[in-house]
Each structure stands twice: as structure tokens, then as C-alpha cells.
């Protein structure tokens, strides 16, 4: 059986964050492959200076392109709407039979966990796989599999503001992406 797992988020921009806890978290668990999955609408955040899906997805297949165990998962977007992590995993699971499925989530949803829509359905469909994020509590009674990786103390929120003010993101974002958003005009301040 092919090991997957699934990475969502809204990847508003990805960066070196997501990088390193999708590289840890594929050789920890020896998986096949990670798809990194941005949603159309988040259920869990609110849609503040989010780019247009095209430009996320655009920036996601940018930053996992020197990987070839990561790929992007269009599923949420070409779906559109709000976005609920249960409805996906069971239309991937109906097209892929022969997976199995995990989906990762970073320390800061582990504890909300009890609010997700359908949670009890869900982790009794997939394995979910968490990793520590600081300032975050990384408790839940649902079962977790915890992968301890470094931690970085970084958020997309974080790098939109220093974008947004013309800091540098040096290291932080990758390069192609940078470019992209500098190319797209991206998070420049209004």
C-alpha cells in the first residue's frame, strides 16, 4: 500500500516552516510521498490577506519543486468552497483505494481539535500525524501521532507583515517564491 500523507493549510505564503516539517515528518514515518494541499476557505482561520488560490497554489508547486517526494494536492481548490478536512479524506480515499492516507497538523491545531468538523469520523479514517509548534500546546485527547521535529518559530502572518513593510525574508521563504511574490506584487502594504 502506498504511504501519503496529507499536508493542508492555506500556504499564505509557504515557507521554510512547512518545508522542514513535511521533510521530517516523510522520513520519520518512511512515506511514499506528501502532498502539500492548500484550502479553498479555511474553516479554522479567517480569510485575512489571502491571495487568490491560483497565486497559493502557485507558490506551493514553487517551494516543493526541488522535492520529489512532496507534490501539490489541488483536491480543496478545484472543490472550492469551505474547506473540511473529513470531506476530503473520504473523496481521496474513494479515488485511491490503495492509499493510506495521514494527515499532518502543526501544533497549533492539535489543541482545537475537539472543534473540528466531524473529528470522531476522522480519526477513525486516518492516522493524524502532529508536530510541536512553539507557543503552542500540543495536547488533545484524540489519538496523535507526534513526530518530534525543529522547531522554527515562524507563521505565514509573521512573513506577510515583514513583506508587507519591505523586511527581508532572506532564508525564510523559499527563493522561487520570493520572486514570485515580488513578480505578483504580493502583500505590499495598501
Same mark, same amino acid.
Given at each position: 500500500?502506498?504511504?501519503?500523507?496529507?499536508?493542508?493549510?492555506?500556504?499564505?505564503p509557504p515557507h521554510i516552516?512547512?518545508?522542514?516539517?513535511?521533510?521530517?515528518?516523510f522520513h520519520a514515518l518512511?512515506?511514499?510521498?506528501?502532498?502539500?494541499?492548500? *484550502? !479553498?476557505?479555511?474553516? &479554522?482561520?479567517? #480569510?485575512?490577506?489571502?491571495?487568490?488560490?491560483?497565486?497559493?497554489?502557485?507558490?506551493? @508547486?514553487? #517551494?516543493?519543486?526541488?522535492?520529489?517526494?512532496?507534490?501539490?494536492?489541488?483536491?480543496?481548490?478545484?472543490?472550492?468552497?469551505?474547506?473540511?478536512?473529513?470531506?476530503?479524506?473520504?473523496?481521496?480515499?474513494?479515488?485511491? #483505494?490503495?492509499?493510506?492516507?495521514?494527515?499532518?497538523?502543526?501544533?497549533?491545531?492539535? !489543541?482545537?481539535?475537539?472543534s473540528w468538523y466531524q473529528?470522531?469520523?476522522?480519526?477513525?479514517?486516518?492516522?493524524?500525524?502532529?508536530?510541536?509548534?512553539?507557543?503552542?500546546?500540543?495536547?488533545? *485527547?484524540?489519538?496523535?501521532? @507526534?513526530?518530534?521535529?525543529?522547531?522554527?518559530?515562524? /507563521?505565514?502572518?509573521?512573513?506577510?507583515?515583514?513583506? #508587507?513593510? &519591505? @523586511?527581508?525574508?532572506?532564508?525564510?521563504?523559499?527563493? /522561487?517564491? @520570493?520572486?514570485?511574490?515580488?513578480?505578483?506584487?504580493?502583500?505590499?502594504?495598501?
Amino acid at each position: 500500500m502506498k504511504k501519503v500523507c496529507i499536508f493542508g493549510g492555506t500556504f499564505n505564503p509557504p515557507h521554510i516552516g512547512h518545508l522542514i516539517m513535511a521533510n521530517e515528518v516523510f522520513h520519520a514515518l518512511e512515506l511514499d510521498e506528501i502532498r502539500f494541499m492548500p *484550502n !479553498a476557505i479555511p474553516p &479554522h482561520k479567517e #480569510a485575512v490577506d489571502l491571495c487568490t488560490s491560483d497565486q497559493r497554489k502557485q507558490m506551493v @508547486q514553487l #517551494a516543493i519543486e526541488p522535492f520529489p517526494y512532496f507534490s501539490l494536492e489541488p483536491i480543496e481548490l478545484i472543490r472550492g468552497g469551505r474547506s473540511y478536512t473529513y470531506d476530503t479524506l473520504v473523496e481521496l480515499q474513494s479515488k485511491e #483505494a490503495e492509499t493510506q492516507f495521514s494527515f499532518l497538523i502543526g501544533g497549533d491545531m492539535i !489543541a482545537s481539535l475537539e472543534s473540528w468538523y466531524q473529528i470522531d469520523e476522522l480519526v477513525k479514517l486516518v492516522r493524524l500525524v502532529g508536530v510541536k509548534r512553539p507557543g503552542y500546546e500540543a495536547k488533545t *485527547n484524540y489519538p496523535v501521532l @507526534q513526530i518530534e521535529v525543529p522547531q522554527i518559530d515562524l /507563521s505565514s502572518t509573521t512573513l506577510r507583515k515583514r513583506l #508587507a513593510i &519591505h @523586511q527581508d525574508v532572506s532564508l525564510l521563504i523559499p527563493e /522561487s517564491v @520570493q520572486d514570485y511574490i515580488r513578480q505578483e506584487k504580493l502583500y505590499e502594504s495598501r
